[in-house]
Nanobody, 118 residues
Framework: QVQLVESGGGLVQAGGSLRLSCAASGSTFSINAMGWYRQAPGKQRELVAGFSSGDSTNYADSVKGRFTISRDNAKNTVYLQMNSLKPEDTAVYYC????????????WGQGTQVTVSS
């Protein structure tokens, strides 16, 4: 089992910045990939940024050049630095941890609200 706790959301004006944190606990040694997803009202949850094998990262086209995912392995924490925020970035942001095996398992944090005002 993996537990994820997010923090760092809030209200910010367009052009501003926020940093989200996701602290993992439990069977962290089993985690194969971690990332951030978001879900806006009436829309499907989408990948924002993630780590896959090794230090490989990937980003949604809409956030490339503005968002940066990073991690501190000693703290089992993943961060999402969000700069130049836009109103369309408004969503609930979720941290995800994935374990591959016979059956893929996904773990989710509780979500943190990010609201960008115009």
């Amino acid at each position: 089992q993996v537990q994820l706790v997010e923090s760092g959301g809030g209200l910010v004006q367009a052009g501003g910045s926020l940093r989200l944190s996701c602290a993992a606990s439990g069977s962290t040694f089993s985690i194969n990939a971690m990332g951030w997803y978001r879900q806006a009202p009436g829309k499907q949850r989408e990948l924002v940024a993630g780590f896959s094998s090794g230090d490989s990262t990937n980003y949604a086209d809409s956030v490339k050049g503005r968002f940066t995912i990073s991690r501190d392995n000693a703290k089992n924490t993943v961060y999402l630095q969000m700069n130049s925020l836009k109103p369309e970035d408004t969503a609930v942001y979720y941290c995800n941890a994935r374990i591959y095996g016979v059956v893929r398992r996904d773990y989710w944090g509780q979500g943190t609200q990010v609201t960008v005002s115009s």
